[in-house]
């Protein structure tokens, strides 16, 4: 009964690579966001969506595409990975965005890029 | 700008007391959280402040002060499993992109024995 759940785990790709990340979540949220932890452990947000709908867009590449077919899911492409993609990548999900509404994390996605 | 503060790493007893200090200038201000990540997992949620004051949760405690940009998580009766690293965020505003969470690097705890 996991909360937030991302696949894969891993994932090891060569530079110039297209790959996607896919996350779910059961607990009825309506926000989803994506967010990258570099090596420095600095959590940075990428995406939030609302409902399926786009509502933050931090200033990233446009390699990275994010995808919500439903509440439920929120997909992240990246186009022609590139070496300083290198980071784990979170998934999270939320009530709502406002208040005290805490976020619920994914396991991670580990992106090594050679 | 957006800037929050917390000490890099920090060393503590088992069985002691340790206070995690986090300062935090923002254009706006609704809400600050605490959570703990440990090493190779997702972040957790600790605690949320928005208004003054001390909020307990069993072992650990969190305090904010809105005037003076100031919050500090409290751990008491520390364990080796409380290693880990805790992360301040605040979220500056409740409408349009900045409803955001702002977050710190992150204080690296570490309990000896």
């Known amino acids: 009964d996991t909360a937030v759940s991302q696949t894969p785990k891993y994932l090891v790709t060569q530079m110039g690579n297209d790959k996607s990340i896919k996350c779910e979540q059961n607990?009825?949220?309506?926000?989803m966001y994506w967010y990258k932890q570099d090596s420095k452990k600095f959590l940075k947000i990428m995406f939030s969506?609302?409902?399926?709908?786009?509502?933050i867009n931090e200033t990233v590449p446009n390699r990275f595409s994010p995808k919500s077919p439903d509440k439920a899911h929120l997909n992240l492409h990246i186009n022609s990975l590139e070496l300083g993609d290198s980071a784990v990548y979170f998934c999270?999900?939320?009530?709502?965005?406002?208040?005290?509404?805490?976020?619920?994390f994914g396991p991670g996605t580990r992106l090594t890029v050679t | 700008g957006q800037n929050i503060d917390q000490p890099t790493e920090m060393t503590a007893t088992e069985g002691a007391i340790v206070q995690i200090n986090c300062t935090y200038q923002?254009?706006?201000?609704?809400?600050l959280f605490w959570y703990q990540q440990h090493a190779g997992e997702a972040p957790t949620f600790l605690s949320y402040?928005?208004l003054d004051g001390l909020e307990e949760k069993g072992r650990f405690s969190s305090f904010l002060s809105r005037s003076k940009g100031y919050s500090y998580l409290l751990l008491k009766e520390l364990q080796m499993k409380d290693s880990a690293s805790y992360l301040c965020?605040?979220?500056?505003?409740?409408?349009?992109?900045?409803?955001?969470?702002?977050w710190g690097l992150g204080t690296s705890l570490a309990v000896n024995p």
């Open positions: 999270a999900s939320s009530q709502g965005l406002a208040g005290s509404y805490e976020q619920y």
């Open positions: 402040n928005v």
């Open positions: 607990l009825g949220h309506d926000t």
């Open positions: 965020a605040v979220r500056d505003s409740d409408a349009g992109n900045n409803r955001k969470l702002i």
């Open positions: 923002t254009s706006g201000f609704n809400g």
């Open positions: 969506y609302n409902n399926k709908e786009l509502i």
